[in-house]
């Protein structure tokens, strides 16, 4: 993975978190709990945001120069994840993965 | 999968279909003839187009409204495909595979 | 896609046919019934048994010696997920396409 | 992602640290290099490595109980393309990431 930037190797690694975060907060404390959070629209926002980490990461390391139009995709939908575990509540720490995936993914995608 | 219009399903099928013919031919036909087959940025712009179809068939079945900008990138990644297999040669099957995906994405993203 | 046996090109359009149906079927239908249908064992029973399909498509088109390892366990996830959804109920088109797809993977583990 | 074992929080880093480094070496290394480096069998070694990893770390993720299954062949499949990063030379970054995914699955699948 030579001429990688330091910056791209760190929304790498951002976009990997996140999409841990999510992917397994949704199966385990969202599917055990129940309740809103397993209302569609909530569940269905964290699944959509691990898919996008995951394909950003991906394009990365695709080394693929379309990288920067899923980086902006993902900064999108990790937001509004962001901001939708919020309003549920009892989600900070997914919320937190979110926040710095977009930060990470917005510069990416300038 | 109730509730998903007639054009969400052929949507799907075109991006799976794309997903199949450039993975499938990149790493057979692509790795096995070489030369201009494997330029880095031919080579790349295959694995892309894979990439990004299997992501925009799995929003399209998350029933994510994000959907839409995964089906615009897409549309977008399949037109250079189908452009640069043109380029190359001996690809035919595979730009029309992503013609055809290009146009039903294009569609999806109106 | 040169050189590719039609008993694979049959198995790959089987393994894309359970993942569109076991994703899209517990992203809408189950998140959507709730109930018995987001259990957290059946509801991740079908989500592993769409990445399996996946992956299983994956490997084939990448025309991987180790596809015989994936495809072998995607026919047993597959017979686990059908046997789920036949104790769940209501869930009959997807019980379908996991045994055509567990048949066909069980062939191509052979 | 409570209740996960410390293990496995361990196995899964180790996993996308392969598949990053399988993929991105893959597809800048190797594709920039050439001759040997794109051999089809190494080539799709690296590739089936990257997506076998992917794959486990998702298991481990949805806590599915056959993430054991999904780590012993990516355990396999890491050991393998180890041995060919050592056959095809100048590849012992990518090597040592094999090296150490396929011991950490290697315990998984215990």
Redesign the interface.
Same mark, same amino acid.
Not at 1 to 4: D, I, P
Not at 61 to 64: E, I, Y
């Given at each position: $993975? =030579?001429? $990688?930037t330091q910056q791209m190797r760190s929304c790498?690694k951002e976009c990997?978190a996140c999409y841990?975060?999510c992917? #397994? &907060?949704a $199966? &385990? @404390?969202c !599917?055990?709990a #129940?309740g809103r959070h &397993?209302e569609?629209a909530h569940? /269905?926002?964290m $699944?959509?945001c691990a898919?996008?980490c /995951?394909?950003s990461? =991906?394009?990365m !390391?695709?080394?693929?120069p @379309?990288h920067k @139009?899923?980086c902006k995709?993902c900064a999108?939908?990790c937001a509004e994840c962001a901001k939708d575990c919020d309003r549920i509540g009892d989600m900070k720490e997914c919320a937190d993965a979110c926040r710095r995936c977009a930060e990470s993914c917005t510069k990416m995608a300038a």
């Open positions: $993975m =030579h001429n $990688m790498i990997l841990e975060m992917l #397994g &907060t $199966m &385990t @404390h !599917l055990e #129940g &397993t569609p569940f /269905r926002l $699944m959509a898919e996008i /995951r394909t990461a =991906h394009f !390391l695709l080394a693929s @379309h @139009h899923t995709e999108e939908i």
